[in-house]
Each structure stands twice: as structure tokens, then as C-alpha cells.
């Protein structure tokens, strides 16, 4: 249902005290409750049928205001990162965490604007710190950032083909690159924010998790050879699975740079680094974003890190210290790779806890002078 703001702001009124009475008296016998010795069949006077359109009215309106709030939030935005080697011999994680993307790239965009990025490296740290490196300019140095109100379904969909198109270039770009050997590779996650928009980009099995109201919704999908689409995939282009990995090296489907198993270049290869795009407008119900390598979701479930973050934000509020009681929390459960994690709160830091409104501002109703008398009478009994 799309309401406009005006819808409100025009009438911004309570509804009369006769009208508030429809909503909170018991509907009299006459409505035709079975308890009340009502008739089969008998008609509903037309009194009755107005009492009901009000009530009817009332509500409408009040599902637009519910509506109407909703497009009323904005972000407030700040994040928290930690990572830790682990247990493996070197790192190879990198990530980036950019709060006020606008100030960042010195141009006027909507705000909040920001941008987030995971990268697990494999065959050594290069590609990682590569893709890290090279991360903005591969991202935004063609993008034109819109003010609020130039968001729209067409540069929405701008945007996805060319966070797409970036993520394409990063491992092109891995290729031409000597520094990186073709053995090397990594996988990739970003988070790009404007205004209330949120869009996730992923290749490979970093994951992005959104809480809703305390619900862990997934924003990404991890691209293993466990997960049936990929695997049906892979062994349609002629990959094979071995034990959880792909043609018995990688445990991902998909991944920037590991060139020795994508060329020569143009030919379908099981191996790519197409990314899978979500997009979510977020509401007042989205409290903070989770990002992680895989070190994170080998030894916990996306339900289990939300719930260890809900529970820190409401001690200390503290998004850094969350991500670090994350990785702690991976560590004592014994994961075996390398850790990284970036938490985004999405909310305001005096957010109390979400309850149902107990005033709502509705839109009059307006009846004739007969016809509150008659409403009057039927609510008196008489």
C-alpha cells in the first residue's frame, strides 16, 4: 500500500471522542454474534453497516500510519571490525569498513551512505590484499552516487549490473596483475548502504546476516560444493567433487583469481566469480548487519552469532566489542581458520525495544449530525 506523507501531515488529528467510542465499546448484540440470540439471516440495520464502515475507515488509516513510519526511517549508522589469525600459520583475511562513504570519496550523496567488504584469501594473502587495495576504484570510481530523492527502481537496478560488472573487473584485474600468482584467489563480500537501501554482493562463502527484530535473516548465500545449485552447476560444466571440494583443491564454487583453473580465459569453467546480488530496504525492525569469513559460520549458526551480538549491543552498545566477542567466541568453540568480522548497527543508540503503539493519529471520518445521534443511541442501549 503506498501512502504518501502528505496523507498525514494534512490531517494530523485525533478522532473525536464519539468515534473513539466505536473502538472501544463491545459490539452490541444486534451485530449478530451467536451468543447474543442473534437470527439466522436477519439484515443488519443500516446504522449498524455505518458503525462498521467507520471502523473499517479507522483501520485503514491506521495501517497507512504503520506504513508511513516505516518510510520514515533512516539509518544511523556506526560499525565495529576484529580479526584474528586463529589457528593457521599466517592471515590472509582483509576487510574494509567505511561508515560515511560520502565524506569518503569527496562527493555529495544521500545519506547514510556507507560501504563494507570481507575478503578470505587462499593460496596466500595477494589476491585478498590486492581486491582490498584496489577496492574503491574497482567500486565506485564510475559510480554517480544519487542524492535520496534520485533513488529509484531504475538505479537500483543500475547499480546491481554494475556491482556485477565491478566484481568481474576485480578478478580480470587479478589476472593481469604479476604480483599475484594464478594459483591465488579470494572470495569477496560487500555491503553498500544508501540512504535505507541495503545491497549485499557475494562471491564465495563469507556470509552477510541481517537482524530483524532478533531473527537472523540470511543476505547472502555461501557458495560451497555442499550446496546442491552449485554443485549441479559445477558438474554441468564438467567440474568434479571430491570430499566437500572442487576439483579436490577448493572448498568454493566461486572465487576471484585462482586463474589456473579458470583458463583460458572466455571458456565456461566451473570456477567464477559471478556475484549473487540481494537487495532490502530496510525498516525501524533491521538492528545491525553482520559480515564474516567463513572462520565465523564454520562454528556457529547465523541465528547464534545474532543473538550473541543482541545480547552485547544491550550490555555495552558497543559494535567493536561485539565483533571481538564474536571472534572469541569462535576461537573457544575451536574453528580452525582465519576470523574476521564487521558489525554495522543500523539503529539509533537510545533504540528502546519495539512495542505496538498505544495512540495512533487517524484521519476524521466525517458523519452527519444525524447520524452521531443514531451511533449515540445504539451505544446507550436505547
Same mark, same amino acid.
Not at 149 to 155: E, G, L, N, Y
Given at each position: ?133 584496489? =577496492?574503491?576504484? $574497482?567500486?565506485?570510481?564510475d559510480t554517480v552516487l ?5 533513488? !529509484? &527502481?531504475? /538505479? @537500483? ?110 571458456? =565456461?569453467?566451473? $570456477? ?12 525501524? !525492525? &533491521?538492528? /545491525? @548487519?553482520?559480515?564474516g569469513c567463513d572462520g ?87
Amino acid at each position: 500500500m503506498m501512502v504518501s506523507e502528505t496523507m498525514f501531515t494534512e490531517a494530523d488529528v485525533i478522532c473525536p471522542a464519539t468515534l473513539q467510542q466505536v473502538l472501544d465499546v463491545q459490539r452490541p448484540a444486534v451485530f449478530g454474534d451467536a451468543g447474543a440470540g442473534a437470527v439466522a439471516g436477519e439484515s443488519v440495520p443500516a446504522d449498524i453497516s455505518r458503525i462498521e464502515s467507520v471502523v473499517n475507515c479507522l483501520q485503514t488509516v491506521n495501517d497507512a500510519a504503520v506504513v508511513s513510519d516505516v518510510v520514515k526511517f533512516v539509518p544511523r549508522i556506526r560499525s565495529g571490525s576484529y580479526d584474528n589469525m586463529g589457528s593457521r600459520p599466517s592471515m590472509e583475511d582483509e576487510h574494509i569498513t567505511v561508515d560515511d562513504l560520502s565524506a569518503h570519496l569527496g562527493s555529495e550523496c544521500c545519506t547514510p551512505s556507507a560501504f563494507y567488504a570481507v575478503f578470505d584469501g587462499h593460496g596466500g594473502p595477494e589476491a585478498a590484499a590486492y581486491v582490498k587495495r584496489n =577496492a574503491m576504484k $574497482l567500486f565506485f570510481e564510475d559510480t554517480v552516487l544519487p542524492e535520496t530523492s534520485a533513488i !529509484d &527502481d531504475i /538505479f @537500483l537496478k543500475e547499480l546491481e549490473s554494475y556491482h556485477r560488472k565491478a566484481f568481474l573487473l576485480a578478478d580480470l584485474a587479478l589476472k593481469g596483475d604479476c604480483s599475484v600468482s594464478n594459483s591465488c584467489g579470494t572470495t569477496a563480500l560487500t555491503a553498500l548502504i544508501l540512504g535505507r537501501h541495503l545491497l549485499v554482493a557475494n562471491v564465495g562463502d563469507c556470509r552477510a546476516v541481517l537482524c530483524r527484530k532478533g531473527v537472523a535473516v540470511e543476505m547472502s548465500q555461501d557458495h560451497r560444493p555442499s550446496f546442491l545449485p552449485e554443485r549441479i552447476r559445477v558438474e554441468e560444466l564438467g567440474g568434479r567433487i571430491n570430499d566437500g571440494y572442487l576439483n579436490d583443491c577448493l572448498s568454493v564454487t566461486r572465487a576471484l583469481g585462482d586463474w589456473d583453473l579458470k583458463l583460458p580465459v572466455g571458456s =565456461a569453467k566451473p $570456477l567464477i566469480a559471478d556475484p549473487d546480488v540481494k537487495q532490502v530496504i530496510l525498516t525501524e !525492525d &533491521d538492528e /545491525f @548487519l553482520i559480515i564474516g569469513c567463513d572462520g565465523i559460520w564454520d562454528v556457529m549458526t547465523s541465528q547464534y552469532a545474532v543473538s550473541l551480538v543482541r545480547q552485547g549491543l544491550r550490555r555495552h552498545s558497543d559494535p567493536y566489542q561485539c565483533a571481538r566477542e564474536l571472534v572469541m567466541e569462535a576461537l573457544r568453540l575451536n574453528t580452525s581458520d582465519n576470523l574476521t568480522v564487521i558489525v554495522i548497527c543500523l539503529s539509533s543508540l537510545d533504540r528502546p525495544e519495539s512495542f505496538p503503539s498505544q495512540r495512533r493519529r487517524f484521519r476524521c471520518c466525517s458523519l452527519s449530525e444525524e447520524a452521531r445521534n443514531k451511533l449515540k443511541s445504539l451505544l446507550e442501549g436505547n
